[in-house]
């Protein structure tokens, strides 16, 4: 297994405050990176700086909502600033709750657009000014609904699909720079709020477990592990790749997680 450093390297996580995100963010930093992460909690923001400097390395972390550009090119903005030109950006900010496509109003339906396909466009966009061009690596982090047709789930599905175009279409424009661009799809992840929500109950917990190839729920640690090689040398000619991490749930067609509406 190769050894990632990532020494003297800035790495900036939207989203990075809990979750799989802020696992990616303590990932980069045990492999030696300086961090800066965005949230819309503050006290979230705080608690992760503080974790990612009790690791050692240099943090920053700024409270900025993914779907207002200009809060999210200042945070940026202020990364450069005090870090240097950012070398890896990982976007992954997401919305989510289930509802069959006939109850749920348009305003929902457009709060997830917003946060998941606006924001990630937002935080690319916002990024490319600050990016170290030859050599940076984006990583954005989607969904399984990008792949599959899930009920309850059409608002996540037409996000997340976007963002693994917008994945492929920014790899062509920006390749000319240097920047790499790629998606990475986790499947069920163990301990997270997004698989709580959609598997809310121990029976439910275990029908996806059953439907996994490899018969298990994953790690934060297996995403982050994904992420890091996709922001290495390791990685420099893989660009516009979307690339699942889920036991070879996605091959299954999800069978765990067919809710059908009431």
């Not at 997830?112 to 490319?128: K, S």
């Not at 061009?133 to 990583?139: R, T, Y």
Request: neutral net charge; charged residues 15%; aromatic residues 6%.
């Amino acid at each position: 297994m190769p050894v990632f450093d990532f020494s003297d390297r800035t790495v900036f996580v939207a989203g990075g405050t809990s979750g799989i995100n802020l696992g990616i963010a303590e990932a980069f930093a045990q492999a030696g990176a300086k961090l800066a992460v965005i949230g819309r909690s503050q006290d979230k923001v705080d608690a992760a700086v503080k974790k990612l400097r009790d690791l050692g390395q240099p943090a920053v972390g700024f409270a900025a909502d993914v779907r207002h550009a200009d809060a999210i090119a200042a945070a940026l903005k202020a990364t450069h600033d005090e870090l240097g030109a950012i070398d890896v950006l990982v976007s992954g900010a997401a919305g989510n709750f289930p509802s069959p496509a006939l109850g749920m109003s348009a305003n929902g339906f457009k709060a997830v657009v917003d946060i998941d396909l606006i924001g990630t466009f937002n935080v690319l966009r916002g990024a490319h000014a600050y990016l170290r061009k030859p050599g940076a690596a984006i990583v954005n982090i989607s969904a399984p609904q990008a792949l599959l047709a899930i009920p309850l789930q059409a608002h996540v599905c037409a996000a997340k699909a976007g963002v693994d175009m917008l994945t492929r279409v920014l790899a062509i424009e920006w390749g000319g720079d240097g920047i790499r661009v790629n998606s990475v799809v986790p499947g069920p992840i163990e301990n997270t709020e997004g698989m709580a929500r959609l598997a809310p109950t121990p029976d439910a917990m275990q029908a996806v477990a059953r439907s996994v190839p490899l018969g298990r729920f994953g790690s934060k640690q297996d995403v982050a592990n994904l992420v890091l090689f996709l922001a290495s040398p390791f990685a420099s000619y893989i660009t516009g790749a979307v690339i699942p991490v889920d036991g070879g749930w996605s091959t299954s067609g999800a069978g765990g997680l067919t809710p059908r509406p009431a």
